[in-house]
């Protein structure tokens, strides 16, 4: 901590004290830090942090924030960066988005927002990635890569929404290409529902369909001139496709498809060399399909997500956390990644036994619905109501390609200095994914946000 005494002592030079325009007195920082906290400090302490002689500790960070607030309030501290700098002289994280925003919420107008995921495989048509590493999974990477190699026809992973299937689906596609297993990729996935009155049971099926399917191999393989053909022709001319080509086509969310059966009987028919990979809620039963069940995260594994998690995020209820208290969020949360995604953004906030109360209610069950909708309904009730706008907005974008920052924006209709911090907290809160591809950044919202979002209890309760 060699520095951070040295840096405190030159802000604190820079402070001006709102009557005499001096610099603010060790004594008065104390007093200071009195009205904020309510702890009673002398100056002896001010100095002995500015001679290093002692240290503030990492879980005391109320009196850490409280002191950069003080700094801030006199001119001391101007800048994010600059707060930041001093954090990290005493080995300290950096602001993460509520501190930011309890000091100067303009702060995070001008930053890059956290986190962000590298650009990768532009060239294709591939959805962002939502995760910047992927946990776990090793034996269900194993099993999927057996399929390819063995030219199984079919694999299809099935599970609760949020448990991570289009994760799984994404990371082996990534590592397929680099191991050059396939000469190319088309992923498409069934569009965005659209909502009959009340809520998530409701979901109007996507109608897409055999034609759909055709027509975006056919431009996802930039064979343009397939598109404009008569069924028949169309079915034969992609047939001819996939026996000469090495295609891996992805099947995303085929759940939420009203003649999935059907849909998947039309393409096994002419699938040539090609192979699927499809994700699903639920199991569809067909002999030519290899099933992948996959469950919740194992203890050990939910611990270092946890850990990766709220580390990118800066919530230092859950970094500074226990294995005891890890494995509980993890027991709560059946180890379903999104669910503990969500979580970890309420502790921010609350206590982690009221958390864990709230989840207990809701019960982890085989039917995901309302749990979710137990989860999501508490972190919105946590959002200001800015971000509530915000977060409403973007269910008018489709789910896969969300929106740039200046479309959401423009249907969100939150006055434009408002805008960014409202998007930070909702990334903050993991109810919004920032992502990158080569032209532009783009916001997304997971499929259950989405269903949410659009269900008659946010209309209730907003
Ligand atoms: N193994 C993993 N490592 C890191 N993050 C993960 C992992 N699995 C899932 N996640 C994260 O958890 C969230 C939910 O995962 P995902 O979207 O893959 O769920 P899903 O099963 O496809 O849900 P749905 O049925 O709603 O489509 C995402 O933000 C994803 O990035
Ligand atoms: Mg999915």
């Known amino acids: 901590m060699a520095h951070f005494g040295e840096k405190l002592r030159t802000l604190r030079g820079k402070t001006r004290h709102p009557q005499t325009q001096k610099p603010l007195t060790q004594q008065e920082i104390a007093d200071r830090l009195k009205g904020k906290i309510n702890i009673e400090y002398s100056h002896v302490t001010i100095s002995n942090w500015e001679r290093d002689v002692s240290q503030i500790r990492q879980d005391e960070r109320d009196l850490l924030i409280a002191l950069i607030e003080i700094l801030y309030e006199h001119q001391g501290i101007t800048s994010l960066e600059a707060a930041n700098e001093l954090l990290e002289a005493g080995h300290y994280r950096a602001l993460n988005v509520p501190e930011t925003s309890q000091i100067n919420s303009q702060w995070l107008n001008e930053t890059q927002e956290t986190p962000t995921i590298s650009p990768d495989t532009h060239t294709l048509n591939l959805p962002a990635k939502t995760y910047q590493d992927l946990i776990g999974r090793k034996a269900e990477l194993q099993q999927l890569f057996d399929g390819f190699e063995k030219k199984m026809p079919a694999a299809f992973i099935v599970g609760l929404g949020g448990i991570g299937k289009s994760a799984l689906?994404?990371?082996?596609?990534?590592?397929?290409?680099?191991?050059?297993?396939?000469?190319?990729?088309?992923w498409t996935s069934a569009k965005t529902e659209r909502f009959i009155d009340e809520g998530i049971e409701k979901i109007e099926r996507s109608s897409y369909s055999f034609d759909q399917l055709l027509n975006d191999i056919g431009r996802q393989c930039n064979r343009l001139e397939i598109l404009p053909l008569s069924p028949e022709e169309k079915r034969d001319a992609v047939k001819y496709l996939l026996?000469?080509?090495?295609?891996?086509?992805?099947?995303?969310?085929?759940?939420?498809?009203?003649?999935?059966?059907?849909?998947?009987?039309?393409?096994?028919?002419?699938?040539?060399?090609?192979?699927l990979l499809i994700t699903s809620r639920h199991f569809i039963d067909h002999p030519l399909v290899t099933q992948i069940r996959l469950g919740g995260f194992s203890q050990d594994q939910g611990i270092r997500f946890l850990r990766a998690e709220s580390k990118l995020k800066g919530i230092d209820a859950v970094t500074q956390a226990g294995e005891r208290t890890l494995k509980r969020i993890h027991d709560a949360?059946?180890?379903?990644?999104?669910?503990?995604?969500?979580?970890?953004?309420?502790?921010?906030?609350?206590?982690?036994?009221?958390?864990?109360?709230?989840l207990a209610d809701a019960k982890f069950e085989e039917q995901d619905r309302d749990f979710y909708r137990f989860v999501f309904k508490h972190s919105w009730e946590l959002l200001s109501l800015n971000a509530q706008k915000?977060?409403?907005?973007?269910?008018?974008?489709?789910?896969e390609d969300g929106g740039t920052g200046t479309s959401i924006l423009q249907v969100s209709r939150v006055d434009a200095p408002e805008f960014t911090p409202a998007l930070k907290l909702l990334i903050f809160m993991s109810l919004v994914d920032p992502s990158q591809n080569l032209q532009e950044k783009r916001y997304t919202i997971h499929q259950l946000t989405h269903y949410f979002v659009l269900s008659d209890i946010v209309k209730k309760w907003g």
């Open 390 to 399: 915000v977060l409403v907005s973007m269910s008018a974008f489709a789910v």
């Open 169 to 186: 689906a994404r990371e082996a596609v990534e590592q397929a290409l680099r191991a050059d297993l396939f000469e190319t990729v088309v």
């Open 243 to 275: 026996s000469q080509t090495h295609i891996l086509i992805v099947l995303d969310n085929l759940e939420t498809v009203e003649q999935a059966r059907q849909l998947l009987d039309d393409i096994l028919d002419i699938r040539g060399k090609s192979q």
């Open 333 to 358: 949360t059946g180890g379903a990644p999104l669910a503990m995604k969500l979580v970890i953004g309420q502790m921010y906030w609350l206590p982690m036994d009221d958390v864990l109360r709230i």
